[in-house]
């Protein structure tokens, strides 16, 4: 234990820095730096090979989540864990980055970033997670890397249309009325023959063959094309004809990735549990999946609503409080996954019908009842896979009545807790209206002595 090794590991594109410190963090070699080849990986082994045998220790190695460039390092890695004493992770970029402010780090270099790894694992050795306790499952890997491909091609998607939309206002604004909820698919059909105003005035019958526009919407098109009086020269034109047709192929190419995806995982017997959760479709439910990747990582249903950042944060800092909202930490997938499934299921759902009654007539706005409800169907997916049982909305009942019971215990506990915090806060001097104190602060000071004051009726 006295002598573990910790690796830390800068990837780039194309090699990698490295640098290996002992358990009093001073580097048992210089950095150096290796190629993403056959023979840097090589070399990479016999190295660890070598400081195994030199120091009888065990080796954990540290790479950061750059997207896909460390995976080549991070499998090779993995490899031999099921060999030797070596271990390995991937770190989110946030806390390497943490641990160089920490350092007071004035520069950032890769040196300095395989240093910032190696010193994050080695202080927080106990907090990382090596897979020791959840093998990721494999066959989700490829269901990931197509979803992150189906998230790049929506955010391309977003681009495009934006754009779109500022030249539109530039050159056919009439048409914006439209698009209060975006750019509809009709309009980014007929964008790719009827580029400009003039072109919709002139046309005959040939925007009634367009998909999703009616007699109706063509006559309204052609008066408002004719209120337009903007030259567009023949360059913007083009451009706004090329960007909608390649608009219009993104959400073709979505919706193909989308298919494949769904047909890939849709006999997965996680899958085949989701959907039994009213509100949750086929694709939402392979969304889930992918994004879970094995309810046992987490140990409790705190930790995977904290996880996916649906969890309400509550701050308190001297006499201030913030409260609650959601956090919106980790991936927004799931976040946004879990919404579309929870607009369905208050509609549909019984424990999501009831905490959004609930919530909306504790003045809660909409989005914000929305918000509860995801929380309430996060609680709801763990338990089914956690339980590999089919959702069942009695045994949701008997867990509200039992967590009510625990809650009013815990509760009383809390209570107990509080004052006897309180107590040991202030075993040294009780709390004073002397001070330069706040007027808020004051205030619950006053309250507080008021509490203890006995009542003499």
Known sequence: MDKDVFLGIDVSKGYADFIPLNIKRDPIEKCFQLTDNKEGRKQLTNLIKRWLKETKASIYCGVESTGGYENNWYYLLKGLQSQHKVFVTRLNPKVVKSTGDAKLRRTITDRVSAENIALYISKFKEYVDYGLKHKYNEEYKVGRDILTGIRMLIKQRTQLLNQLEKWLYDSFPEVLVFCKNGIPLWLLRLLETYTTATAVSRSKGGILKIKGISAKKADKLKLLAKQNSRNVNLGKAHLIATTAKEILHKFTLIDTQEKYLINLYKDNEVVELLITIPGVGLKSAVTFALEIDGVNRFDNVKKIASYFGVHPTFKESGDGKWGNHMSKRGRGTMRAALFMCA??????????????????????????????????????????????????????????????????????????????????????????????????????????????IPNLE
């Open 343 to 452: 607009k369905t299921g208050v509609r549909c759902n019984d424990p999501l019908k009831d905490i959004y009654a609930r919530c909306r007539a504790k003045g809660m706005k909409y989005n914000q009842a929305i918000g509860a409800a995801m929380h309430k169907l996060l609680r709801i997916i763990f338990g089914v896979l956690k339980s590999k049982k089919p959702f069942d909305a009695e045994v949701d009942k008997e867990n509200q009545i039992n967590a009510k019971q625990k809650q009013k215990l815990n509760k009383e506990k809390s209570k107990i807790k509080q004052k006897e915090n309180k107590k040991s806060i202030h075993r040294y001097q009780s709390e004073s209206l002397d001070g330069p104190i706040s007027g808020r602060k004051a205030i619950d000071i006053k309250k507080q002595m008021a509490s203890q």
